[in-house]
């Protein structure tokens, strides 16, 4: 028989088998919960915001756009300092030439009784392509072409965009801005000159809306308000920057645009070194291998440690859940298919008045930053300082809207923005109206002077507003699209925009006859645009929609 203690080493050791048993069944129930939270909340927004809200690398990719927004903005406004009118006089005219009118000048060179010299003839393109008297008005064609070619551009940025990838939309921009850069750099006719600015302004637009959506998807959520109002500082700080730099090269504007161009090409190796692809766009295309190798360095360089598995889970989650919503909103794949990748869908009536308010929103905020720049051309004598004052002025804006949005959000600060720009607005117009009943029954200067100075500091805060806005409704228009037509959905929008900045032009010729009218409309659209955005939801610290399905639970909890 076996003794006592021969009885009880196999009974301890039955009791230890069986603690190790339950303790291997809690880790198994417990890796199981794991799985199966990640298959169902765990997302890209989840990652990122969790593993690597801000690494090395998403550093260096905010910093890349940044210092690719200082090469290429300036392109934006080059033609104020070499397409203005240059100072000539006539070569047959012994005496008091410069006493002359414009207009007899005019009149002596149409008579061919005369031959233009030019103060300096290389320091403006106008000067070297003759654009005097009848042809004085032809650098705004060119200035339109470039207007034209943002439109274009904003057509095809989102196509472009969405098939070939956001770093490749962003290289191919700045090609075409390195490409027109120099092509105005060496034309020798003002219409090869004037179809250059079509491309600039095509390479341009589609920069500026790659980088945004670029940085939006590959940041937390935390930080896309900051990163997307960094790079409107940056075009602030370019075209502030721009005005030393045409001091500088003053005496020869084709030196200038080879400067540009050299920018251009510098930006070109910046993002092909530099630059990385976005992992939302990697993962809506299926290149699982390379999403997963890309958040894996990210994950490393932020000194943490993902859980085994996480990235697979995400790539499968990912599938099964655009196959889930698919099915469930349209019951064929082929038609969600078709849906996913178009703007369609934003038609339906859940979704319409969303969309539409959010185009005329990109109309209104653009029509009025430029008819209120337009309007305050005027500040000082040289225009050197006033450009530099009129660029600086965006700048504390958007000071201040780095700080708003952090605290308060995107859709309330818009909002009141918006209200103060009614109201400046407003109060612009009844400033105008007064300041013109008062020319027309008292010529007194000292009012007149008055009058003038507080409209020109009414619209000047005007266009803090309006630079603030612009700011806020480029950080929230990504957050609002879901992932497949983020980047068409942005495109349509900076359209809708285009088409704003085109006709504020003639709105601002309006006040030639009637001063208040162009602040009177102004007026009107903010407020208009105010009554639009109290049906958008918030998007502070809310992952970004990666369906229409995703859109519209986030309109139900708004």
Known sequence: MPTDQEESIPLQAIGTNSDSDKSSDREARQLQTEASAL????????????????????????????????????????????????????????????????????????????????????????????????????????QSLFFVGMLLGSSIAGWCSDVYGRRSALLLATVCVAAGSLWSALSMSFWSFAISQCLIGIGVIVHV????????????????????????MMFGTALSLLSPTAFLMRHNWRLLMAFLTACALAAIAMIWLWASESPFWLLAKGRHAKVE???????????????????????????????????????????????????????KPGLRRVSLSLLFSWFTVCLVYYGLALNTNGVGDNKYVSFFILSAVEIPALLCIVVTLHYIGRRTVMFWFMIATGLLTAASSFVAWYGSAKKESDSGSGASSGVENLQLALAMCGKFTSTAI???????????????????????????????????????????????LPYAIFSVLAFGSCVGMLCWPETRNRDLPETIQDLRLMLNKR
């Open 39 to 142: 298959d169902t909340d765990f997302n890209m927004d989840t990652l990122l915001r969790d593993y690597a809200p801000f690494s090395f690398y998403q550093k260096r990719l905010v910093l890349v756009c940044a210092v690719v927004v200082l090469c290429l903005a300036p392109q934006a406004a080059v033609l104020v300092f070499i397409g203005d009118a240059p100072e000539w006089k006539c070569s047959a005219v012994d005496n008091g030439a410069e006493s002359l009118a414009p207009r007899e000048k005019c009149e002596l060179l149409a008579e061919e009784h005369c031959t233009p010299v030019y103060s300096e003839q290389y320091a403006k393109a106008s000067a070297e392509f003759g654009l005097i008297c009848g042809h004085k008005t032809d650098t705004s064609y060119a």
């Open 209 to 232: 809306i790659g980088s945004v959506v670029l940085l939006s998807e590959s940041v937390a959520p935390v930080h896309r308000g900051f990163v997307t109002t960094l790079m409107a």
């Open 470 to 516: 612009f700011s806020v409704i480029y950080t929230y228009t990504p957050e609002i699209l879901p992932t497949p037509i983020r980047t068409s959905g942005l495109g349509v929008c900076v359209v809708a925009s285009r088409v704003g900045g085109i006709i504020s032009p003639f709105i601002i010729d309006w006040g030639l006859t009637m001063p208040a």
């Open 293 to 347: 190798t890309m958040l894996s360095r990210w994950i490393s360089s932020s000194s943490r440690t993902a859980p085994s598995g996480l990235l697979k889970s995400l790539t499968t989650g990912k599938e099964k859940k655009l196959m889930d919503d698919d099915e469930s909103a349209t019951g064929s794949p082929n038609r969600a298919q078709l849906e996913s990748t178009s703007l369609l869908p934003f038609l």
